[in-house]
């Protein structure tokens, strides 16, 4: 079941433009983590902002997080062309005791073209 | 070099055959998983397994199974009863202390 939603499928940007992606999901979550992929190529972590903090900062990259709405965004300030890559949210939804349940679930991510 | 590494690269399956996907960690990480990737689609999960030995269903595990013999190894088979197995497979581990994941190169996986 895909729980993470990202929006938008597609995102165009120049070079030094920021570029803001948002994920939707649907349960409670332990943590919901952001990943990274050029094209055909594996994944690679970015991010991760548990349930209990509202923003978080690595970088050029600020994830935000509303439990309430269920939501989260991912900002990339400053974007590069080696910025170009699809992007993934990923939820890790409660387990039994209250943590970790030790599976992600990824949403169908946002392609990010950053033009020269 | 630590690291997770899949092979081969590129698969081709013959109707009928069953292939096997090789995943290999040395990272001494607990858990291990495989995915199915589709184009312009997300990930979904296949099969996961927390501990030696033991491995649950994911959300597509029809059509494939696993072994999880040593902590390092994960190998997938795509059987026969796979009827629609092109796809990308992403194979990938995590430390039971830690909640991220980290993912192999990937194997791609064509039909003849």
């Known amino acids: 079941s895909q729980q993470g939603e990202e929006d938008p499928q597609a995102l165009s940007i120049q070079e030094g433009e920021n570029a803001t992606m948002n994920c939707s999901y649907k349960?409670?979550?332990?943590?919901l983590q952001w990943y990274r992929q050029n094209s055909g190529r594996g994944l690679v972590h970015l991010i991760l902002?548990?349930?209990?903090?509202r923003e978080k900062h690595s970088g050029r990259l600020r994830v935000t997080l509303d439990t309430s709405k269920k939501s989260s965004s991912l900002l990339i300030t400053a974007s590069r062309a080696a910025d170009t890559a699809s992007y993934f949210c990923?939820?890790?939804?409660?387990?039994?005791?209250?943590?970790?349940?030790?599976?992600?679930?990824f949403g169908k991510g946002t392609l990010l073209t950053v033009n020269p | 070099d630590g690291g997770i590494t899949q092979s081969p690269k590129y698969l081709f399956r013959k109707e009928g055959q069953n292939v096997t996907l090789s995943c290999e960690q040395n990272l001494n990480h607990d858990a291990m998983y495989w995915y199915r990737q589709d184009p312009g689609q997300g990930l979904r999960l296949i099969y996961y397994?927390?501990?030696?030995?033991?491995?649950q269903k994911g959300d597509i595990a029809e059509g494939y199974s696993v072994s999880r013999e040593k902590k390092e190894s994960f190998p997938l088979t795509v059987t026969s009863a796979q009827k629609n197995p092109t796809a990308f497979y992403l194979c990938?581990?995590?430390?039971?202390?830690?909640?991220?994941?980290?993912f192999g190169p990937g194997t791609r996986l064509l039909v003849l």
């Open positions: 902002i548990r349930s209990n903090e």
């Open positions: 349960t409670s979550i332990n943590n």
């Open positions: 397994s927390q501990i030696v030995n033991d491995f």
């Open positions: 990938a581990s995590r430390r039971r202390s830690l909640e991220t994941q980290y």
């Open positions: 990923a939820t890790d939804a409660m387990g039994g005791s209250g943590g970790s349940n030790y599976k992600l679930t």
